[in-house]
């Protein structure tokens, strides 16, 4: 009997990965393909469908030739996870008009301030307001800044359901992004017309997948023309995939609540199960049903962490760049080393990580970044450092929040890009003062989407089965008490930064208003 393999796809930020695993969630090869993002004006970014399946393809296939001895017929089945509310304007073939408005763009802050201004009750399961960088605020602002694209997109839908479509040539919805992003409430019968309606898109529903499914779902089969492009059979199952970060929380093993899932990228994003809804201001849901049945979600999320972390690595690093390249290392690793060195709050160094706005638990998306305490004498790897941190009390800001509630959380648990920095772990362990967990699968939402093809190719009967029988290993760093403590103060100040700043953040858009009213006369 032949060895079955299942692929999971992750269509991320920055690249396209498609990793194959056998039925014990073993990697048996990867690879990847870079993702060009633009952004044409501030707060806006996007990217090319067009490029995303060429990057899929590649990415496919050279998975496909690394594989020693795996045919085209072990392949069980594959599915595709993806960034949240990176949007697509389609028709319904799958023509694309114009490029896709990535997840961290946030032009729709006023069309966001409309329609938290209706105080519908739907809102009450997304903490009182949309996010500015959802599809649903995105669809108004097209609607309002582009009509005639809006009017001509038969289709209004997410990266991870165009590349599905792609794959199998059927539309549908995840319910794990239509939860998360689009206003849909299962326990509420769906979708809510007189909302969409009441918020100036009362044809909306028209644009969106009719097919809402869960996570590991069978969505369709891949094509003749999708199998011949990726090398693999005709008719094998595409089962349904759902949020890169939610994907990872399969691939981590977390189905009980108390252990965070917080996925450490360009972003950041933290999910954690409880018992009953539970519902907080500033933070995302509750959300029935978005990952596993019968289970409720909160999320809070950071859009700007790793990105801050590369752009002082990228623009304010240049003793680091000069020694990497003498010494043939990494960048990275010797701002880690001397970042280590310094002792926590960074010498007095404090940042803000809201280079995109905040996500949670402000939700402001007229926030800024900034750094403060500099002098003259603040080197390269304390403004690193004060990076690194800033995310870290991003993080614990949101913690405390859900305390506040009523959610307890006693461990987080990490996946993505950032958990390559022991420096950056052990930061985010002290300042919360938690036991921080790390998969240590490489790509735990790659496995996630392969255990959602595993479903779906019959292989399992459902994702908890298939959690345990596929997640990774494990090892826990442990925080540091000492450090902790001498986290208060800076933590403090990290606080008390933004509200002192935030004035001058709305003021500063009133005033590129104003003068854009001028320059239109």
Request: aromatic share 8%.
């Amino acid at each position: 009997m032949n060895t079955r393999y299942v692929m999971g796809i992750d269509a991320g930020t920055e690249s396209v990965r498609a990793v194959l695993y056998d039925l014990c969630g073993r990697q048996v090869a990867q690879a990847s393909r870079l993702n060009h993002t633009a952004f044409p004006q501030p707060g806006w970014a996007e990217q090319s469908p067009a490029e995303w399946i060429e990057n899929l393809t590649q990415a496919v296939r050279e998975c496909m030739a690394r594989a020693e001895g795996v045919r085209a017929v072990d392949v069980a089945g594959l599915c595709v996870d993806g960034t949240c509310s990176t949007v697509v304007a389609a028709t319904n073939d799958g023509g694309v008009l114009g490029d896709a408005i990535l997840w961290m763009d946030t032009r729709a802050g006023r069309e966001v301030e409309a329609i938290a201004r209706t105080n519908h009750p739907v809102l009450r399961y997304s903490g009182g307001a949309d996010a500015v960088e959802w599809l649903v605020p995105k669809a108004l602002w097209m609607k309002n800044h582009e009509p005639e694209r809006y009017r001509r997109a038969q289709k209004l839908v997410e990266a991870l359901d165009y590349l599905t479509f792609w794959l199998s040539g059927e539309w549908s919805a995840s319910v794990c992004n239509a939860t998360d992003a689009w206003n849909y409430v299962s326990v509420e019968g769906g979708f809510c017309p007189a909302f969409f309606e009441q918020i100036g898109l009362p044809d909306l529903m028209e644009k969106l997948p009719s097919r809402v499914k869960q996570m590991g779902e069978r969505a369709g089969a891949l094509t003749a023309e999708a199998a011949r492009a990726l090398g693999l059979l005709e008719g094998t199952p595409v089962a349904q995939g759902g949020i890169d970060a939610h994907a990872g929380m399969l691939g981590m093993g977390i189905g009980e609540p108390g252990v965070m899932a917080m996925t450490i990228g360009s972003s950041s994003v933290h999910l954690v199960y409880t018992e009953q809804p539970t519902f907080l201001p500033g933070v995302w849901g509750p959300y029935p049903d978005i990952i596993l049945k019968d289970k409720w979600l909160l999320q809070g999320g950071q859009t700007s962490t790793g990105s801050v972390v590369r752009w002082v690595k990228d623009g304010f690093a240049p003793a680091a760049q000069e020694a990497a390249r003498q010494s043939g290392r990494k960048v990275y690793q010797i701002l880690d080393e001397r970042a280590a060195a310094i002792p926590p709050g960074a010498n007095g160094v404090t940042a803000l990580e809201h280079f995109q706005g905040n996500r949670s638990p402000y939700r402001d998306p007229l926030a800024k970044g900034a750094f403060l305490g500099l002098t003259l004498a603040t080197r390269e790897e304390e403004l690193f450092r004060a990076a690194m941190e800033a995310a870290a009390y991003g993080t614990r800001l949101i913690l405390e929040t859900l305390r506040v509630g009523g959610v307890a959380v006693t461990e987080l648990r990490a996946c993505g890009g950032g958990t390559k920095s022991a420096l950056w772990l052990q930061i985010h362990a002290d300042v919360c003062g938690l036991p921080l967990t790390v998969c240590e699968t490489e790509n735990v939402a790659a496995l996630g989407s392969a255990m959602c093809a595993a479903v779906a190719a019959g292989l399992y009967p459902d994702l908890q089965a298939a959690m345990r029988g596929m997640a990774g290993a494990e090892k826990t760093i442990r925080p540091d008490d000492t450090a902790h403590r001498r986290y208060t103060l800076p933590y403090r100040r990290y606080v008390r930064a933004y509200q002192a700043l935030k004035p001058l953040f709305h003021e500063q858009e009133g005033e590129e208003a104003n003068e854009g009213k001028a320059t239109d006369c």
